[in-house]
């Protein structure tokens, strides 16, 4: 078998690219029973399929074996050339017969390959052509030959199963081109060529290549021929390449020349190449990257490359033109298509449009894919080697991205040997060797050195709404030592945030009905919508939230509102962080299981995070930091002022403006010291108001003309409303004393628990913690239940004793505190009366609705919303699944995520997002003839620190007060159950 990997304009060609007989082998038999020997053979059950498409498009969901079959005539002047039978893709194993005898096998998915056939044709004749192919097995527990789930590479957005890219024969006299590298030489602005040439004649042929240059105006620029003699077998040629007028390539002028390698014999054309390439120089030094000796701040985005009409490809170049103009008009210089050589168009846009990209081999890694086997090592080999051989010509690429978020030693020992193996391939570019840097972090191989350095290239999701501590943390990160999963930060270390972000839904049902009008109802893209519309109109109702979400396009809006704000949140925060040289969000487009964390969905409509997102990339940048978002009162605030420009421009006014009011705001010397220019400016009182509050941001030169405006989003609390303590007294159990802030603030007295006497007197129980500190403290809570059981008293429970289903992830994405089931004392006792089961629902890249109802517990808050912000601190990171409940003001809607390996396997995959499900954040339920509180809102860390969280909890002792006394009226109470609308 002999590799291809360029585009070649040979003496003749024939296209295979139309209608093949089609004929799945459900059973595997058709080796054994030999279809392989006639058409005949393979005419019995067989239909017709259209070359190149994928199985998934014609045959819902096929995971297994199919044959191709087709009679070709093969022309009696082409008698004695070479011939070649050469796939640009075809998915995974490839096997080919021609008039029934076997010719070769191929493993690999994406990149090309060929057989060299001429032996087995008849000339001037039909000759039959059979090919069989084992498609990718994911979803499927079958095995086909040596091969299981998960066993080949492969991409994780579609099947993409079958001969799905461009198949054609060659016909070449004696010997061909199979591939020139065109190597930018940054010391001579011109390129190092290097030409490997097969020949198959018994002897040495004498031949001329000839290397010809073309601008972009189509004007020759070079020109050389040079005489050779090729041997039998494969030939490297080297040249060099010299330009008068260099033009570089860039991402304001990707200018491509056009290159034309071609082989003559006795005078004759035998075999033709042609490139289109750019002249660029890319590396990262001194904390930066730099692109033609120019420093360059990355901003790029996931391209997922999951297409609404055909799913693994995109129909046309005009899709490929809009996504990439799409991307530029937000401000993106960069996209990261997510794990596989995508089609070779693609790449083909983007050089012409200046878009740079990273690429990757089809190998998933995290802790699921591929599955590790004796055969991995070589798989995953053999994917990096086509990968970069296929697509090492073209300008847009700056780096080779060779793994990602490597957990498993099988594939931890092979990171280096595969970054040489890179760094070999293509001396040119950078090689990173693991995205996230989870085995021993990240290291860069810069270009022409094969000396490892360390990088900070990190993935950090944090969830929806953006809290405090997370914004913090991307303002600072990389100022001070620290340790980010695997990777060692030291303070002035330059970091690259390759991974970032939260997702906010697409309008499904709008998506939906494009899809009826223009999709195919056979591709899993299709179905996920259609059963994402129906699961979440069955969730509005469930939760009981038609009054606040009249469909599933309002809810849909109201995630993305959310998403809006918190990458803008995070965007702010990395820019203003001198540390950071650059950043790619997840994502760019939306995807298979991750869908919704695109800026723009399947049809290329951008969600309200593109509009964000574009605007927080315009120069120059005006970014504002309040040390508080939520206040308890108006009051004068301090503001961060980060101002960014590449014009070197300096502010001389900052205006702050609310409503009809305008404050000049008093400024010192801005200081320069990070790199940045920044300075702390007073946000006064007068501007701010109860409520929601924004206030405008205005950067201004001396005379008078605006440099940049942005704004900051402020709640301030309303009043308290009321002064007055609960009339029955408060009891807390809080042995950790995260309350004492709180307690200290109330105007009524709380008693602590183990004062308590228990006398019968009606009292109010609040539990902060989800389990008792020591075995003693059992006693105290079954018997303040039993109070509650007997109607004398309402209890609180702030974080409930609950069954976690991923106690390790909330650990660890969230810093929750949870217990484990088996170490929970208060759940292993039985004293605690339900079974609470708490699932994530914290939102990443999918998106959740946090839903809040208007109810007395919210008031004086936002509700009939989604917790956004002012939430942005109590927002749960779980929820209680399948709880009923006499109340429930407060739900999640969300994606299930699961954490252990088998089902994130299972779920994780081409056919879709895991399933939707939704959850209870705040429920009242009976206990006896008392009633229990239950909550999954984050407030007992931080009702002492914040204020929405403090006053929802005042809320919750108000209302329980209410609930035990029997006298819950709105009119007479005064204590009306209305918030502030969203």
Same mark, same amino acid.
């Given at each position: 078998?002999?590799?291809?990997?360029?585009?070649?304009?040979?003496?003749?060609?024939?296209?295979?690219?139309?209608?093949?007989?089609?004929?799945?082998?459900?059973?595997?038999?058709?080796?054994?029973?030999?279809?392989?020997?006639?058409?005949?053979?393979?005419?019995?059950?067989?239909?017709?399929?259209?070359?190149?498409?994928?199985?998934?498009?014609?045959?819902?969901?096929?995971?297994?074996?199919?044959?191709?079959?087709?009679?070709?005539?093969?022309?009696?002047?082409?008698?004695?050339?070479?011939?070649?039978?050469?796939?640009?893709?075809?998915?995974?194993?490839?096997?080919?017969?021609?008039?029934?005898?076997?010719?070769?096998?191929?493993?690999?998915?994406?990149?090309?390959?060929?057989?060299?056939?001429?032996?087995?044709?008849?000339?001037?004749?039909?000759?039959?052509?059979?090919?069989?192919?084992?498609?990718?097995?994911?979803?499927?527990?079958?095995?086909?030959?040596?091969?299981?789930?998960?066993?080949?590479?492969?991409?994780?957005?579609?099947?993409?199963?079958?001969?799905?890219?461009?198949?054609?024969?060659?016909?070449?006299?004696?010997?061909?081109?199979?591939?020139?590298?065109?190597?930018?030489?940054?010391?001579?602005?011109?390129?190092?060529?290097?030409?490997?040439?097969?020949?198959?004649?018994?002897?040495?042929?004498?031949?001329?290549?000839?290397?010809?240059?073309?601008?972009?105006?189509?004007?020759?620029? /070079?020109?050389?021929?040079?005489?050779?003699?090729?041997?039998?077998?494969?030939?490297?040629?080297?040249?060099?390449?010299?330009?008068?007028?260099?033009?570089?390539?860039?991402?304001?002028?990707?200018?491509?020349?056009?290159?034309?390698?071609?082989?003559?014999?006795?005078?004759?054309?035998?075999?033709?190449?042609?490139?289109?390439?750019?002249?660029?120089?890319?590396?990262?030094?001194?904390?930066?990257?730099?692109?033609?000796?120019?420093?360059?701040?990355?901003?790029?985005?996931?391209?997922?490359?999951?297409?609404?009409?055909?799913?693994?490809?995109?129909?046309?170049?005009?899709?490929?033109?809009?996504?990439?103009?799409?991307?530029?008009?937000?401000?993106?210089?960069?996209?990261?298509?997510?794990?596989?050589?995508?089609?070779?168009?693609?790449?083909?846009?983007?050089?012409?449009?200046?878009?740079?990209?990273?690429?990757?081999?089809?190998?998933?890694?995290?802790?699921?894919?591929?599955?590790?086997?004796?055969?991995?090592?070589?798989?995953?080999?053999?994917?990096?080697?086509?990968?970069?051989?296929?697509?090492?010509?073209?300008?847009?690429?700056?780096?080779?991205?060779?793994?990602?978020?490597?957990?498993?030693?099988?594939?931890?020992?092979?990171?280096?040997?595969?970054?040489?193996?890179?760094?070999?391939?293509?001396?040119?570019?950078?090689?990173?060797?693991?995205?996230?840097?989870?085995? #021993?972090?990240?290291?860069?191989?810069?270009?022409?050195?094969?000396?490892?350095?360390?990088?900070?290239?990190?993935?950090?999701?944090?969830?929806?709404?953006?809290?405090?501590?997370?914004?913090?943390?991307?303002?600072?990160?990389?100022?001070?030592?620290?340790?980010?999963?695997?990777?060692?930060?030291?303070?002035?270390?330059?970091?690259?945030?390759?991974?970032?972000?939260?997702?906010?839904?697409?309008?499904?049902?709008?998506?939906?009905?494009? /899809?009826?009008?223009?999709?195919?109802?056979?591709?899993?893209?299709?179905?996920?919508?259609?059963?994402?519309?129906?699961?979440?109109?069955?969730?509005?109702?469930?939760?009981?939230?038609?009054?606040?979400?009249?469909?599933?396009?309002?809810?849909?809006?109201?995630?993305?509102?959310?998403?809006?704000?918190?990458?803008?949140?995070?965007?702010?925060?990395?820019?203003?962080?001198?540390?950071?040289?650059?950043?790619?969000?997840?994502?760019?487009?939306?995807?298979?299981?991750?869908?919704?964390?695109?800026?723009?969905?399947?049809?290329?409509?951008?969600?309200?995070?593109?509009?964000?997102?574009?605007?927080?990339?315009?120069?120059?940048?005006?970014?504002?930091?309040?040390?508080?978002?939520?206040?308890?009162?108006?009051?004068?605030?301090?503001?961060?002022?980060?101002?960014?420009?590449?014009?070197?421009?300096?502010?001389?006014?900052?205006?702050?403006?609310?409503?009809?009011?305008?404050?000049?705001?008093?400024?010192?010397?801005?200081?320069?010291?990070?790199?940045?220019?920044?300075?702390?400016?007073?946000?006064?009182?007068?501007?701010?108001?109860?409520?929601?509050?924004?206030?405008?941001?205005?950067?201004?030169?001396?005379?008078?003309?605006?440099?940049?405006?942005?704004?900051?989003?402020?709640?301030?609390?309303?009043?308290?409303?009321?002064?007055?303590?609960?009339?029955?007294?408060?009891?807390?159990?809080?042995?950790?004393?995260?309350?004492?802030?709180?307690?200290?603030?109330?105007?009524?007295?709380?008693?602590?628990?183990?004062?308590?006497?228990?006398?019968?007197?009606?009292?109010?129980?609040? /539990?902060?913690?989800?389990?008792?500190?020591?075995?003693?403290?059992?006693?105290?809570?079954?018997?303040?239940?039993?109070?509650?059981?007997?109607?004398?008293?309402?209890?609180?429970?702030?974080?409930?004793?609950?069954?976690?289903?991923?106690?390790?992830?909330?650990?660890?994405?969230?810093?929750?505190?949870?217990?484990?089931?088996?170490?929970?004392?208060?759940?292993?006792?039985?004293?605690?009366?339900?079974?609470?089961?708490?699932?994530?629902?914290?939102? /990443?890249?999918?998106?959740?609705?946090?839903?809040?109802?208007?109810?007395?517990?919210?008031?004086?808050?936002?509700?009939?919303?989604?917790?956004?912000?002012?939430?942005?601190?109590?927002?749960?990171?779980?929820?209680?699944?399948?709880?009923?409940?006499?109340?429930?003001?407060?739900?999640?809607?969300?994606?299930?995520?699961? #954490?252990?390996?088998?089902?994130?396997?299972?779920?994780?995959?081409?056919?879709?997002?895991?399933?939707?499900?939704?959850?209870?954040?705040?429920?009242?339920?009976?206990?006896?003839?008392?009633?229990?509180?239950?909550?999954?809102?984050?407030?007992?860390?931080?009702?002492?620190?914040?204020?929405?969280?403090?006053?929802?909890?005042?809320?919750?002792?108000?209302?329980?007060?209410?609930?035990?006394?029997?006298?819950?009226?709105?009119?007479?109470?005064?204590?009306?159950?209305?918030?502030?609308?969203?």
């Amino acid at each position: 078998m002999i590799s291809c990997y360029v585009n070649h304009t040979p003496m003749h060609t024939i296209d295979l690219n139309n209608t093949w007989r089609f004929t799945l082998d459900t059973g595997n038999r058709g080796l054994e029973e030999a279809w392989y020997q006639s058409a005949e053979s393979l005419s019995e059950n067989s239909t017709e399929i259209t070359v190149p498409s994928c199985w998934e498009e014609q045959i819902e969901d096929y995971e297994g074996v199919a044959w191709y079959s087709k009679e070709v005539e093969i022309p009696i002047e082409e008698k004695g050339a070479v011939c070649r039978l050469c796939f640009a893709a075809a998915n995974y194993r490839t096997s080919l017969w021609i008039n029934g005898k076997a010719v070769d096998s191929h493993e690999g998915g994406y990149t090309p390959f060929e057989f060299q056939i001429e032996d087995f044709l008849r000339f001037g004749e039909a000759n039959h052509f059979a090919i069989r192919v084992v498609g990718p097995i994911v979803t499927k527990n079958i095995h086909i030959d040596d091969l299981g789930p998960n066993d080949m590479p492969h991409w994780r957005g579609g099947l993409t199963a079958g001969i799905w890219q461009p198949l054609h024969l060659e016909f070449n006299a004696h010997a061909w081109i199979d591939q020139s590298f065109y190597q930018p030489n940054r010391k001579t602005d011109g390129f190092e060529v290097e030409t490997t040439l097969h020949c198959n004649a018994s002897d040495q042929i004498e031949a001329v290549l000839e290397l010809q240059l073309f601008d972009a105006a189509d004007v020759p620029v /070079f020109e050389k021929k040079e005489p050779l003699v090729i041997e039998p077998g494969k030939n490297t040629v080297q040249q060099s390449l010299q330009l008068e007028n260099p033009q570089l390539w860039s991402c304001q002028n990707p200018h491509l020349y056009r290159a034309e390698m071609s082989l003559l014999i006795d005078g004759q054309l035998v075999s033709q190449s042609k490139q289109r390439i750019g002249l660029r120089h890319f590396t990262f030094r001194e904390g930066r990257f730099y692109l033609n000796g120019e420093a360059i701040y990355l901003r790029g985005g996931f391209w997922e490359g999951v297409y609404a009409k055909h799913q693994s490809y995109p129909e046309d170049r005009a899709v490929v033109r809009k996504e990439i103009a799409l991307a530029q008009k937000a401000g993106l210089n960069l996209l990261r298509p997510w794990r596989r050589p995508v089609p070779p168009i693609i790449l083909e846009e983007a050089d012409a449009a200046g878009m740079l990209i990273i690429t990757s081999p089809a190998v998933e890694c995290m802790s699921c894919w591929p599955t590790a086997k004796p055969e991995t090592p070589q798989r995953i080999e053999n994917e990096i080697r086509q990968l970069i051989l296929r697509d090492r010509n073209h300008a847009c690429i700056i780096w080779w991205e060779m793994f990602n978020e490597v957990t498993r030693v099988e594939l931890a020992r092979m990171i280096p040997a595969m970054a040489l193996m890179a760094r070999e391939l293509d001396p040119t570019r950078l090689v990173l060797d693991e995205s996230g840097g989870w085995a #021993e972090g990240a290291h860069f191989y810069l270009p022409h050195s094969r000396k490892r350095q360390r990088l900070c290239e990190l993935h950090s999701y944090v969830r929806a709404p953006l809290d405090q501590n997370h914004w913090e943390l991307y303002q600072n990160i990389g100022s001070v030592d620290t340790v980010e999963g695997n990777t060692q930060i030291n303070a002035g270390t330059p970091i690259f945030m390759s991974e970032f972000g939260f997702g906010g839904w697409p309008e499904i049902e709008t998506n939906y009905r494009l /899809f009826q009008e223009q999709g195919n109802p056979k591709l899993p893209a299709y179905r996920h919508h259609e059963k994402l519309t129906k699961d979440m109109s069955e969730a509005l109702i469930a939760c009981e939230l038609q009054s606040v979400f009249p469909d599933v396009d309002s809810i849909c809006r109201a995630t993305q509102e959310v998403q809006a704000r918190g990458n803008r949140r995070q965007l702010d925060a990395l820019l203003a962080n001198p540390a950071v040289s650059g950043y790619c969000i997840h994502a760019f487009t939306d995807g298979d299981w991750i869908l919704g964390a695109g800026l723009i969905d399947h049809w290329q409509r951008p969600k309200s995070a593109y509009h964000a997102i574009a605007d927080g990339n315009q120069y120059p940048h005006l970014l504002c930091f309040v040390e508080e978002r939520n206040l308890e009162k108006v009051k004068d605030v301090a503001m961060r002022i980060v101002f960014r420009d590449p014009d070197k421009s300096v502010p001389a006014r900052i205006e702050l403006s609310a409503g009809e009011q305008t404050v000049t705001a008093v400024l010192g010397n801005w200081d320069d010291s990070s790199g940045l220019i920044q300075q702390t400016v007073n946000l006064p009182a007068k501007l701010l108001s109860e409520g929601r509050n924004t206030v405008s941001v205005g950067a201004y030169t001396a005379d008078d003309a605006l440099l940049r405006s942005s704004t900051v989003e402020l709640f301030v609390l309303d009043p308290r409303p009321m002064n007055e303590a609960p009339e029955l007294p408060t009891v807390v159990y809080d042995p950790h004393n995260n309350l004492a802030g709180w307690r200290k603030k109330q105007p009524f007295e709380t008693i602590q628990l183990e004062s308590w006497n228990f006398n019968g007197e009606r009292c109010i129980y609040v /539990f902060a913690s989800e389990d008792v500190a020591k075995p003693e403290d059992l006693d105290s809570v079954r018997r303040a239940l039993q109070e509650v059981h007997a109607g004398t008293a309402t209890a609180i429970f702030l974080e409930p004793p609950s069954t976690h289903e991923a106690a390790a992830m909330i650990r660890e994405y969230d810093g929750c505190p949870v217990t484990d089931e088996a170490e929970n004392r208060l759940l292993q006792s039985g004293i605690f009366p339900f079974d609470l089961i708490a699932r994530p629902s914290f939102s /990443f890249w999918e998106g959740t609705a946090h839903s809040v109802k208007a109810h007395p517990i919210f008031k004086g808050l936002p509700t009939d919303c989604l917790m956004d912000e002012p939430y942005q601190e109590v927002a749960p990171a779980e929820s209680f699944y399948e709880l009923n409940a006499e109340e429930a003001p407060a739900h999640s809607i969300t994606w299930y995520r699961p #954490e252990d390996i088998a089902t994130k396997t299972e779920k994780r995959t081409y056919l879709g997002g895991e399933d939707l499900w939704h959850g209870t954040n705040l429920a009242v339920k009976y206990h006896g003839l008392g009633k229990i509180l239950l909550s999954t809102l984050i407030i007992r860390s931080k009702a002492s620190k914040d204020p929405v969280a403090a006053r929802i909890l005042e809320n919750m002792v108000h209302y329980a007060d209410q609930l035990n006394i029997g006298t819950l009226n709105a009119k007479e109470t005064g204590f009306e159950t209305s918030g502030v609308r969203a």
